[in-house]
């Protein structure tokens, strides 16, 4: 199978790579589509030591079913494969699993490829009709629709009552606000510096768009959630800024380990500070269950491109020339 | 009246000061012991803005109530005085209150005085037999009674399952274990570096005490509950570490303003991190009725001095010479 190697730092070669086979008791998945992630992003620049070089990349990725009993489904593929009989598994935080893998850190290979094998829990039927490019959404949107979920639960309020804010305009804040939408929410403002990316997503119904700064920006002290799908210091002073009294942050980006966070106002204004990694199994589900049905719109804001031209898509999005908030590799398979 | 006044960086002046008149609608309260918090040390230390020379600290205090129609009652005082018609208010938030007062803040003078004028709704009623020095407990125990109940609602669980830790061995620190205790954990350490206070708390019933590092402290990654009753970068970088996957970290106190918390681990494990500020009405009412019953054990680990005496008292703890988590000092009356 052809696949996108990361080779080192800065440096995507697409090459020829041994298929891997079907795992003890997994499904082997021709991939149809594959998402390009922050985290991906991380890892080509060098930042991630958990996926080090010669590596594939990619774990958002749809694709069909090859060989076995399933054969020919089409499925998403929740690509966090957790042990299910730890503590954490037991108690449905599959997320939190102290075994967990996931495809594109070892020792799994990632989707940036033409097949993966993963266990036939992780892989969630697509129903006729809904186009695998959509499909591959379900992980990047599921991260904001777990975050939603759990900033809820600490308001303790309907999502309709409140004022909402999401920082970054890249597939995980805009999965985040589409999930705050699908979720009740109904003032939403996504926060996104790149001008081309705002114009991008003006017409993408369900939340507001500016820059940081703007007028049209919510004021600080005025939001009840803040979601934070950047995860630098400078994001997190932001959303400290902007949380109300009493009010959420829930983070979800991976950029700076430290800093940030005025942790005085967030002590004398009782804010809180979700950290939120992934999704359980059930949100995994319940955003492709939502893509399914429409409840996260026409999820046209994407962009694909032929998983040869990988790297050109790695260089054009670390220069913020991409107006999409996701681009998504094609594999191409020999008949 | 007397009262210990400060009159600049590192000063208290014992000397006359003209009584306080009841406010309209107010009673005036007697003020028979009134503790020695770290905020009064903050700003004897020159160190919080909201504090100004020259200015009446104290704010945790209990008395006699003089005159007016509850003349004679014994009560211990709730300083945070809220406008009960905002937002937060009507949701039984006073602490959120954006109105807010304190005593001992700009426009109101604090305890460490023979008098104080306060809304008959701050004052709770002490049932004979019960020494008012330990009711003046009641503001410095509900303020880690309020965190041990926003940590428990976020965790979901029952505290008795629970490992707790608690970072500082003063009267915020004494008073979270106390109230996880009361609120049913089981196992709770505390952490404190100072061995002459260590030595004081050992035989404390209801949690243990160690070093930071002794192999008796709670493994990182290892604890359900976190409370910070210090708030320094250094033991929010301790809480971060320790706490475990889906974790909460619950933050009292106002030592730094900001640093200290690994978020990247904070993301990667879900570890919460609450901000808590004071109590609700509900909180101090509640803390005050486990004082009364005993659930917060004999509170003998306090030390009382004259107030005339409370310069002394402050440079003692700030040189860390006092074993005592809490010095409560004593107005002197004339008859």
Redesign the interface.
Known sequence: MKALVYTGVGELTYSDSPAPQARDGEHLIRIEASGICGSDMHAFLGHDERRPAPLILGHEAAGVITGGARDGERVTINPLVACGHCE?CTAS?E??C?NRQIISMPPRQGAFAGYVSMPGRNLVAVPDGVDLRHAALAEPIACGWHAVR?GKR?LGKDLSDMRCAVIGGGAIGVGAALALHAQGARDITVIEPNELRRARLADVAGFEVCAPGEPAAPENGSVDLVIDGV?YAGT?AAASAMAR??GVIA????G??????????????????????TYTAQDFADTAAAIFDGRLGPLDWIETRPLADGQAAFTDIRAGNVAAPKIILIPEHEE
Chains 1, 2 share one sequence.
């Open positions: 954490n935080l997320n939190l102290s759990l600490i995860g997190r009294a009493g983070h979800i980006g991976l700076e380990a430290t800093g940030g966070l005025d942790i005085r106002r967030m002590t004398l204004q009782e804010i809180t500070f979700i950290g939120t990694y």
